[in-house]
């Protein structure tokens, strides 16, 4: 049998190969550091905050828990308890007019446990916003990004608005995608450098043309809201979130790397009653007990669908200021969505909040998850 190919060893020919895929990994590497980390994890999970930096969002010294109601709930039953057993429901809870109504934790839930929010942080970091133009350190919601982020000053980029950046309508070519380890959301979430990812992105449609649900565009956010206030998004929701609402626990906010840059579109964490405060200061206006949290006025508009065409052309009725909107027959239903099921909805017309959090989510129907569906109807009627 011949040692060679087409007058070449096979020796060399094996080499040469080797030698070109070694440079190719090297230079993948190189380009885009974060491949290992997201092969390796493969997908996000409920407890990633275990393998990034954080930062603490520190709860008062008034840690009230929620009293439990003598009130109790049916537990779901049917085709809604076979939804959320198949999607690895960790924690359930219902509030009802600020008390406890269900309760129930499973898998690796429980009631002191913290949980990835993933995309509930949008919400979040838009509560955040609103404390921030209350407080005047934002000047106006349709004043030029470029005023906080100077890096893009003179540039098309940094003429998109603060209103644009909350309505997912700045028109920026963000590619959200979970799947691709190439992405840039995956360069966003296992990456080191989240400045420089942020800043990455370029304009791909008119900004306030049409609405694009897009991390990197609360990335953008949440960096204006934390040099607006000159302090992180963890300190400031601290102070202006989680010590007025009285959370129990201490929450954590996952980081690009050791004292860095909040992951302001995803990675907030913590458990499900402190999550359920989030939903009940809205479900109240934007106040806790006696003390004024965030204006009334600013909720409202929050929660309310802000019209802009999406892709297909349709005005959007089921988003708002970083809050999702569902229609149902008793009314709006504002809540804050992760993409692995992570839920806080507020049901006015119930005085109802419900939190779910789990491991997967369902089908999505006219833009929300049948589970969601299923779960608002269920607090609605029990």
Known sequence: ???????????????????????????MLALKPWLPKAVYHNFAAIDDYRIFEN?????GTARVPFPVS?????????DLA?????????ALLVLEDGKIVYESYDLDGGEGVLSGSFSMAKSIVALLAGVARQEGKLKSWDESIDHYLPEWEGREEGKVTVRQLLTMTG?????????????????????????????????????????????GTTQLLGMVVSRAVNESLSNYA???????????????????????????????NAKARDFARIGELVRLGGTWGTHPV??????????RPHGVPNSEGKPVDYYGF???????????????????????AVIPSKKRVVVRLGKKTGERTDHHPVELRALVEWASRS
């Open 238 to 268: 601290s102070r202006k979130l989680w010590v007025p609402l009285e959370a129990e626990t201490d929450a954590l906010w996952s980081l690009d790397h050791q004292d860095g840059l909040e992951k302001a579109y995803c990675c907030f």
């Open 294 to 303: 965030v204006d009334p006025e600013y909720i409202r508009e929050m929660t």
């Open 322 to 344: 970083q809050w999702w909107v569902l229609k149902t027959p008793e009314g709006e239903v504002p809540y804050a969505r992760g993409i692995l099921g992570q839920y806080i």
């Open 1 to 27: 049998m011949s040692n060679t190919w087409f007058g070449i060893e096979k020796r060399n020919i094996k080499l040469g190969v080797s030698a070109f895929f070694v440079v190719l990994i090297v230079s």
């Open 70 to 78: 003598e009130k109790r709930m049916t537990a779901p039953s049917g």
């Open 171 to 215: 028109g920026f070519n963000w590619d959200e995608s979970y799947w691709n380890p190439f992405s840039i959301t995956t360069e966003a979430y296992y990456g080191g450098d989240l400045l420089r990812t942020a800043f990455k992105q370029r304009l791909a449609a008119p900004a306030g043309s049409r609405f694009s649900y897009q991390s």
């Open 82 to 90: 076979r939804q959320l057993s198949d999607l690895e429901t960790t």
């Open 55 to 59: 930062r603490k969002v520190a709860a």
